[in-house]
């Protein structure tokens, strides 16, 4: 059974860093792509960053470029995201995703692209 399991979400003030968690089971995605997306309160689930897995080829939202960056472990077959200077406009649940296919340098930022999903973790930037 493949299984996302997310964690390191939580509440931290604005300035503060927090690094999200996402382990993969049951599965590898060595040939895709690993994205973390984000929905706050009455907005769509918007693309935040992403990773391929075959070259570790990065991509980011522009909102957080420069504060965000998406890593992977291979040997822990887990991606982070840490995040720095956060802002309360980072408030939004937080997903982890993977897709078993991708081209090098193309991780995908559209969420239908995804076929596997965590539950989501809360991430609250207080000001």
């Known amino acids: 059974q493949v299984q996302l399991v997310e964690s390191g979400g939580g509440l931290v003030q604005a300035g503060d860093s927090l690094r999200l968690s996402c382990a993969v089971s049951?599965?590898?995605?060595?040939?895709?792509?690993m994205g973390w997306f984000r929905q706050a309160p009455g907005k769509e689930r918007e693309f935040v960053a992403a990773i391929t897995w075959s070259i570790g080829f990065t991509y980011y939202a522009d909102s957080v470029k420069g504060r965000f960056t998406i890593s992977r472990e291979d040997a822990k077959n887990t991606v982070y995201l840490q995040m720095n200077s956060l802002k309360p406009e980072d408030t939004a649940v937080y997903y982890c995703a993977g897709r078993a296919t991708a081209a090098p340098y193309i991780p995908g930022t559209r969420k239908e692209l995804y076929s596997y999903w965590g539950q989501g973790t809360q991430v609250t930037v207080s000001s």
């Open positions: 049951g599965r590898t995605f060595s040939s895709g792509a």
